[in-house]
Structures are given as C-alpha cells and as structure tokens.
C-alpha cells in the first residue's frame, strides 16, 4: 500500500512539473517575441566563410502555431513565420519567427527597396548595422615577454 502511495505520488509531481513547465513554454499573445534558428551546416560556404545558398531553396511565409489548450482548441498566437527550405531535400535552413509588428516593419522597408530599384537598376541600399565609435581603438606597444602584443585602448568618446 505504502509503495503504491509513492508511485502515486511521483506520478502526479511528474504530471504538475510537466503542466507546470507546459504552461511557462506557452507564449502571450502580447509577447514582442522575435527568434530565429540558422542551419548552416549543410550549406557550403565560399572561402570566406559566407553561406551560399543554392537557387533551389524557397521561402515559405506562414503564421505561427503555438500548441492546443488542455480542451483540444488552437490557443492564439500574434506570430508570423519566414522560413526557408530546400523542397529537393526536405531541409529547413532558416526559421525566423517575428511579431506582427517586426513583419510589418520588415514588409514595408522591403517594399521600399524593391520599388527604388525597379526605378533604378543602380540602386544600392547598405544599412548601417553598428555603430563605428564604439569599436575599440589603441596603440600598438610593443611585445611581451611571451609574444603577445600589447596594445593600450584609447578611450571611447562620449557622444
């Protein structure tokens, strides 16, 4: 009797952990929650290391599924998914899941560019991704006792 009170037991512990760590992995429908996943391992890359991605590949625009509620229904979920995959291979490379927001913004500045150039062939568009004045700078010097180079970092200016 007493074996079976603990096999009770750590059946229903196991059974709350698991509706526990079920219900924290569920996303809210107001979560800003953008995530991507890359797999490059089967992509060949060029000699310096860029990803070549063959022309057989599509994209798949979709919305998101987050799971089913303990009564069987699809609960609700605010996200879009962009992948892209190999039909030949049945092989994802890359899934890019965004708020409604973030795929708002992306369809938009991407119309843009695609109508500036169809207006213009010459139409070149590079963002810029970072910040030049917060990438360290110094002064090389010398070598250490070990052969490492010693380089003193110039202070960052304030903007």
Same mark, same amino acid.
């Given at each position: 009797?007493?074996?079976?009170?603990?096999?009770?037991?750590?059946?229903?512990?196991?059974?709350?952990?698991?509706?526990? +760590?079920?219900?924290?992995?569920?996303?809210?429908? %107001?979560?800003?929650?953008?995530?991507?996943?890359? @797999? /490059? !391992?089967? *992509?060949?890359?060029?000699?310096? &290391?860029?990803?070549? +991605?063959?022309?057989? @590949? !599509?994209? %798949?625009?979709?919305? %998101?599924?987050?799971?089913?509620?303990?009564?069987?229904?699809?609960?609700?979920?605010?996200? +879009?998914?962009?992948? *892209?995959?190999?039909?030949?291979?049945? @092989?994802?490379?890359?899934?890019?899941?965004?708020?409604?927001?973030?795929?708002?913004?992306?369809?938009?500045?991407?119309?843009?560019?695609?109508?500036?150039?169809?207006?213009? +062939?010459?139409?070149?568009?590079?963002?810029?991704?970072?910040?030049?004045?917060? $990438?360290? /700078? &110094?002064? $090389?010097?010398? @070598? &250490?006792?070990?052969?490492?180079?010693?380089?003193? *970092?110039?202070?960052? !200016?304030? !903007?």
């Amino acid at each position: 009797m007493r074996r079976m009170q603990k096999h009770l037991l750590l059946i229903s512990l196991t059974l709350c952990a698991a509706i526990s +760590v079920a219900y924290a992995a569920t996303p809210e429908p %107001s979560t800003k929650s953008n995530s991507y996943y890359l @797999f /490059t !391992k089967a *992509l060949p890359t060029t000699d310096a &290391g860029v990803v070549a +991605v063959p022309s057989r @590949f !599509k994209w %798949s625009i979709e919305t %998101s599924w987050s799971g089913i509620d303990a009564q069987g229904k699809d609960l609700p979920d605010t996200r +879009v998914m962009m992948r *892209l995959y190999d039909p030949d291979q049945n @092989f994802t490379a890359l899934t890019a899941q965004m708020d409604l927001e973030t795929a708002e913004t992306l369809q938009r500045e991407l119309a843009d560019i695609i109508a500036k150039k169809r207006e213009n +062939v010459d139409y070149q568009y590079r963002p810029q991704l970072y910040d030049s004045s917060l $990438i360290p /700078t &110094g002064e $090389i010097k010398g @070598f &250490g006792r070990n052969g490492e180079l010693i380089i003193e *970092l110039q202070p960052q !200016k304030a !903007k």
